[in-house]
C-alpha cells in the first residue's frame, strides 16, 4: 500500500494531503480553504503531500509549501464550479499549475517519507482550531516564529494588556498559558496565549494569579506569605475579568494546564 494512504490521518495533522488521479497526468487540486487552514496552523511550515497509485508505497511526493506558495494566488484559481482552487498535474517529477505558465521539478521531493511523531494537544473542544505546532525540525526559525507569535497575540487583544489596558508597546507581552518550555505543541499557538503587561506578565508566569473558567483573576492563597507590594499587585486584579481576544477564544485546556501545573495553591 502507498506509504502515505497508509499514514494519511497522522500526515493530515499538519501537512496538506492530497491525491493525484494517475489515469489523467496526475490531475491533482488544491484549495484555498484548506491551504488557509494550515498556514494559519503552522505558520507556513508545513507540506503538500501528493500521492499517486494506491498499490505502489513509494509513490507519493512531500513538497515544502514554501516552495508553491509563489504560485498559488488568487488570480491562479481555477475557473471553474466557483470554487477557490488551484489545479495542475505533475508530469515527469514535473509540478505545474494551471494559468500559471511555470513548472518547478519535484523529483528530489519523490519518494522521502517524513517523521510520523508530531502529537497534537487539542486546544479547542470542539476540535476546529486544534494547533499542532513546531516539532525539533523546526527549531533554527523559533525567533521568527516568536515574532509570529508576539503579532498575532497583540493583534488579538487589541495591543493593550488584557488586565489593565496598557498600551504601551515596549510593555506588552506575548504571555504563554502553557510555558513555552513545558509543551512543543502548543508554543505558537494563539489560542494558548494573552496580552499582559511586563509586570503581570511575570506574575502569571510565576503563578501567583491565574484565570477561572469565566476568565476571572484568581491569586494564590499563599498571599499572606508575598511581600506587601506583591500582595498590592495581586488585589488590584484580585476577581477581575479580563478583556475578551478578537479573534482566537482561549484555549480552556490551557487555563486548566496553567491552574492545576503553574497556579501555586
Known amino acids: ?29 488544491l484549495s484555498e480553504e484548506r ?28 513538497i515544502p509549501f514554501e516552495e508553491l506558495k509563489h504560485l498559488l494566488l488568487e ?7 466557483g470554487r477557490r482552487r ?11 499549475l494551471s494559468n500559471t505558465g511555470v513548472k518547478i521539478n519535484i523529483s528530489h521531493k519523490y519518494s522521502i517519507p517524513i517523521s510520523l511523531a ?3 494537544l ?18 533554527i526559525q523559533v525567533s521568527i516564529k516568536q ?19 496598557v498600551t504601551e508597546n515596549d510593555l506588552l507581552v506575548a504571555s504563554h498559558i502553557i510555558p513555552w518550555a513545558t509543551k512543543i505543541d502548543t508554543r505558537l499557538s494563539p489560542h494558548n496565549g494573552l496580552c499582559l503587561s511586563t509586570l503581570y506578565d511575570s506574575l502569571f508566569d510565576k503563578g501567583y494569579f491565574s484565570l477561572d473558567e469565566k476568565y476571572q483573576v484568581i491569586i494564590t492563597p499563599k498571599l499572606d506569605e508575598l511581600s506587601l ?37
Open 229 to 265: 507590594q506583591t500582595q498590592n499587585w495581586l488585589n488590584e486584579i484580585s476577581g477581575k475579568m479580563i478583556s475578551l481576544p478578537l479573534n482566537y477564544a482561549i484555549s480552556t485546556v490551557a487555563l486548566k494546564f496553567h491552574r492545576e501545573k503553574v497556579f501555586i495553591k
Open 147 to 165: 515574532s509570529t507569535f508576539r503579532k498575532k497575540i497583540l493583534k488579538n487583544f487589541e495591543h493593550k494588556c488584557c488586565l489593565t489596558g
Open 118 to 120: 508530531i502529537e497534537p
Open 75 to 81: 488570480n491562479n484559481f481555477a475557473k471553474s464550479e
Open 35 to 62: 491551504i488557509n487552514h494550515y498556514k494559519d496552523l503552522t505558520i507556513d511550515n508545513f507540506n503538500v503531500i501528493i500521492y499517486g497509485d494506491e498499490d505502489i508505497e513509494t509513490d507519493f511526493y512531500i
Open 122 to 139: 487539542i486546544l479547542s473542544t470542539e476540535g476546529t482550531n486544534d494547533y499542532a505546532i513546531e516539532n525539533s525540525k523546526r527549531e
Open 1 to 29: 500500500m502507498n506509504w502515505v494512504k497508509e499514514n494519511r490521518d497522522q500526515l493530515a495533522i499538519n501537512n496538506y494531503v492530497r491525491k493525484a488521479d494517475v489515469k489523467t497526468n496526475y490531475w491533482l487540486d
Open 86 to 96: 488551484w489545479i495542475g498535474n505533475i508530469i515527469n517529477h514535473k509540478i505545474s
